[in-house]
Antibody
């Protein structure tokens, strides 16, 4: 069965960096676009970033552009999110999510069919 | 950026009754609209995509309709496990992908 397991969250000071990981199993990781979606405490969902199945395209939300970098290692079935220059407003549970549409469907559309359990990032001094 | 607006913010419904949730897009998203369910402490779950296609394993009591800028999620007969927060989300053009602010369905 499809499993996505995030790690790397924690408490970090403003301006510092953190790298999140998402270990995938139960499907052909290299065939799917992958996303990060976050949720601030008590708030709604915010899409953060997407990476194409082969890493050839990446898009970011304006709120993180220039500070966050999404990447993947298909040999390790792992998705990453490098977060630099962290701000208090980045405090959230970060979920990795698989795109519904695989390589054979053309390109990721941004429909999230499997989600990890989330990892909490707290930015505070 | 396309803004998604959900109404109402909270919906109080008795078990067995029908629930109707609305979602409006600030510009047309065609049928590129998904619905998710989220329970406290859990990750969201995909219910509907393509405005009306149920995701794998989703019961038939969940149905979606609409196109363009107006969409509806209907739960035909609410079960105890359906009380949750529901989000709509558009996926029309990259980037970004945007969610509505959510509708909480609570027990009346």
């Amino acid at each position: 069965q499809v499993q996505l397991v995030e790690s790397g969250g924690g408490v970090v000071q403003p301006g510092r960096s953190l790298r999140l990981s998402c270990a995938a199993s139960g499907f052909t990781f290299s065939s799917y676009g992958m996303h990060w979606v976050r949720q601030a405490p008590g708030k709604g969902l915010e899409w953060v970033a997407v990476i194409w199945y082969d890493g050839s395209n990446k898009y970011y939300a304006d709120s993180v552009k220039g500070r966050f970098t999404i990447s993947r290692d298909n040999s390790k079935n792992t998705l990453y999110l490098q977060m630099n220059s962290l701000r208090a407003e980045d405090t959230a549970v970060y979920y990795c999510a698989r795109d519904l549409y695989d390589f054979w469907s053309g390109y990721p559309r941004g429909v999230f069919d499997y989600w990890g359990q989330g990892t909490l990032v707290t930015v505070s001094s | 950026e396309i803004v998604m607006t959900q109404s109402p913010a909270t919906l109080s419904v008795s078990p067995g009754e029908r629930a109707t949730l609305s979602c409006r897009a600030s510009q047309s998203v065609s049928s590129n609209l998904a619905w998710y369910q989220q329970k406290p402490g859990q990750a969201p779950r995909l219910l509907i995509y393509g405005a009306s296609t149920r995701a794998t394993g989703i019961p038939a009591r969940f149905s979606g309709s609409g196109s363009g800028t107006e969409f509806t999620l209907t739960i035909s007969s609410l079960q105890s496990e359906d009380f949750a927060v529901y989000y709509c989300q558009q996926y029309n053009n990259w980037p970004p992908r945007t969610f509505g602010q959510g509708t909480k369905v609570e027990i009346k």
